[in-house]
């Protein structure tokens, strides 16, 4: 695990100006253009936005799952470990997945395969990465739905999942993936589907998980509640791009995109809790721009921001950094007040 | 335990069905005009009234039809279903002759038509727009659209007489001498034209249906799970769609065996296969009401079993149905 603690090591995970382009009726989009990021050893990093903004993509890409034959890699690296994923062979994408990198999805009622036992479905990925036996897998499985709080595992090890509660379906999802000990987690969307009582249960369960294993979360989501909890810094992605990074706290405090202050200003109770303001409800007029138009060299943002200029209509706008890391793609960065 | 609950309450339903079946089919056979007598004057050249009345009195067929009727049907509740006029002999042991010939065909051409179909579905469906898929489609269509006989004509042409790799007719070669080996390399080879013959029309909307379900599997969210795990492309689509998309085919060949049988008498008259199909033939042609009757019964008797196997078969494949009940 620690291969590189004491050096000044690169991140675990680099990502470099990933491009990503699906072929569609009307052409090639870039639905991820230009997108880099890093996540270091045990960190925590959420991608926050709208429906249809890359977010998932983005997680498809690194685990090598972009639908076939659709999707591609059309450019950039993605870094793991120094080894570049962009370029690595099916095999070895296999290896990785489930193994180094693990996945858990928007879905729990129909991630699962409902003709396997719940054990089945665990014990199968110990079996392929760690060669253990059926026995030992087996028993692992046990251990593993121990640790993810499902009550009696030696009982529901054998149950099959239309047996389980959604909550208890993520809880297995979550055991599969963490069953490896993988050295990053993606969790898509993971408590979406669900009341919200067992949302706040299984983000408190991750961040248990996080503290007992070390793994490293990519939280993707559009609740900036969850965000808040569970992460140290986030990207926000409008319409395939990065459009602001940093720290959680000083991006919410100070946005430096009209985006991100849009997002945050239709969140309740978001900022009462860090302050006593109250501020008004605000919604982001318009919608998404359709994919056909996510390659064009402007702002995309510019069609439903308040503050748009010509400039903005003209050029595709650069990133502006600030302290801690925090960057926004935005001409006005700069001006925009807290 | 629960298992043989339900096996025991479905057989329950069967055995009901059968006594409608047997009810149904005596008093439809009973409608159509035409008897044995009619056939035995026709041997004879020619009868009187007398003789006539004669004959119908020898074989209770004066009687009013109720009572033909509860005699029947009390004679099959022991076992007996009569006997054949026309081929002098019990129709219970007629049919025993016959019956095993029958269900090997029918189980064979059952077992071949979902073993490929499921086969050719799974290849197509990896590959939609790939060369087996288009191939799969056009058998489906050729299969479906050809009539039964004209295939078994063909390919007795073909495999019989221009290439005589196959035997033209019948189930076994007489002249053979030989122990159980012999005998069944023997059958097997007589077997396989019949078997292809009635499995065509199958093997088109088995794997016709295989293909859709199984592309609609793999579309799914537990198969982008599976590929989450890092499973190889032959894990995902043999243990964790196969599954899952069989249920569809099962169920679908569940509801074809009649057709299967049906489809069986038309093969077995082409190849002079000594099934019941060809039995049936001559008992119709013969006005041989016991013959028909028994016929009947056990071609419901087939299908009722084959249904049966389709839901216990289903229920072993898919843990939500076991749970249902």
Redesign the interface.
């Known amino acids: 695990m620690n291969t590189h603690s004491g050096t000044s090591a690169p991140a675990l995970l680099s990502v470099k100006n990933l491009r990503v382009e699906i072929k569609t009726r009307d052409g090639v989009v870039p639905v991820i253009d230009d997108l880099s990021f890093d996540l270091p050893e045990g960190g925590n990093i959420s991608f926050v936005g709208e429906s249809g903004c890359g977010k998932s993509m983005t997680a498809l890409a690194l ?1 090598g ?1 972009l639908p076939q034959p659709a999707g591609r890699i059309a450019a950039g690296n993605i870094l793991f470990d120094g080894e570049d994923l962009a370029r690595a062979t099916d095999a070895r ?7 180094d990198i ?2 858990i ?1 928007q ?1 729990p009622m ?7 036992t719940i054990g089945e479905q665990i014990a ?2 110990l079996r ?2 760690q060669g253990k036996s059926r026995k030992e897998a087996h028993a692992r499985a046990i251990e593993l739905l121990d640790s993810v709080h499902i009550p009696s595992p030696q009982l529901r090890v054998d149950d ?1 999942p ?2 389980l509660s959604g909550g208890q379906r993520q809880r297995v ?1 979550i055991a ?2 963490l069953a490896c000990k993988p050295r990053i987690l993606i969790a898509d969307e993971p408590t979406t589907a669900l009341d919200v009582t067992v949302q706040a249960q299984i983000f408190d369960l991750l961040t248990e998980l996080r503290e007992v294993t070390g793994t490293a979360i990519i939280l993707i989501t559009h609740d900036m509640g969850a965000v808040a909890q569970m992460s140290e810094r986030m990207v926000v992605m409008y319409a395939g791009r990065k459009a602001e990074e940093g720290r959680v706290r000083d991006v919410i405090q100070q946005p430096r995109h009209p985006y991100t202050k849009g997002l945050i200003s239709a969140v309740p109770h978001l900022l009462d809790t860090i302050t006593d303001d109250r501020p008004e409800l605000l919604e982001i007029p318009g919608i998404v721009p359709p994919l056909t138009e996510f390659g064009r060299p402007n702002c995309l943002f510019a069609s439903r921001c308040d503050s748009a200029t010509e400039k903005c209509q003209a050029a595709r706008p650069g990133e502006i950094a600030f302290d801690n890391g925090h960057s926004s793609a935005c001409f006005y960065a700069d001006e925009m007040q807290p | 335990m629960e298992f043989l609950r339900i096996l025991i309450r479905r057989v329950g339903y069967a055995a009901i069905l059968l006594l409608a079946v047997i009810v149904l089919n005596f008093i439809m056979v009973h409608l159509a005009p035409g008897d044995i007598a009619d056939t035995i004057a026709g041997d004879m050249g020619g009868a009187t009234e007398e003789v006539m009345a004669e004959i119908r009195e020898d074989y209770g067929l004066d009687k009013p039809m109720l009572v033909q009727l509860g005699s029947y049907v009390g004679g099959v509740l022991q076992g007996d279903l009569g006997h054949s006029y026309f081929f002098n002999q019990p129709v219970t042991k007629l049919i025993a002759e016959r019956l095993p010939a029958t269900l090997l065909l029918v189980i064979s051409a059952q077992l071949l038509a979902l073993i490929i179909g499921t086969l050719l579905g799974v290849i197509s469906a990896r590959k939609p727009n790939g060369i087996t898929s288009h191939f799969v489609s056009l058998l489906a269509l050729f299969g479906y659209s050809a009539p039964v006989f004209w295939t078994g004509i063909m390919l007795l042409i073909t495999f019989s007489l221009l290439i005589p790799i196959f035997p033209v007719a019948g189930m076994v070669d007489v002249t053979l001498e030989g122990g159980f080996w012999t005998r069944f390399w023997d059958i097997a080879h007589h077997l396989v034209l019949p078997t292809i013959t009635l499995a065509s029309i199958f093997l088109a909307l088995y794997s016709r249906l295989c293909r859709a379900s199984m592309m609609e599997v793999l579309g799914s969210d537990y198969i982008r799970t599976a590929r989450a795990k890092g499973l190889s492309e032959s894990q995902i689509v043999l243990k964790h769609a196969l599954k899952n998309s069989l249920s569809p085919v099962i169920t679908l060949a569940g509801l074809q065996f009649s057709a299967v049988v049906s489809g069986a008498v038309l093969v077995e008259t082409v190849f002079s296969w000594p099934g019941l199909g060809s039995l049936a033939l001559q008992s119709i042609l013969a006005r041989d009401t016991p013959t028909i009757l028994g016929i009947l019964f056990f071609s419901a008797l087939v299908v009722i079993v084959g249904n049966l196997l389709t839901d216990l078969a289903l229920r072993l494949i898919d843990p939500r149905i076991r749970n249902q009940s």
Do not use: D
């Open positions: 685990m799952l994408l296999r290896e990785i997945r489930g193994n693990s996945m999805f879905e129909t991630s699962l395969n409902p003709v396997y199968e990925v392929r990465h099959y239309h047996q999802m599969i993936a």
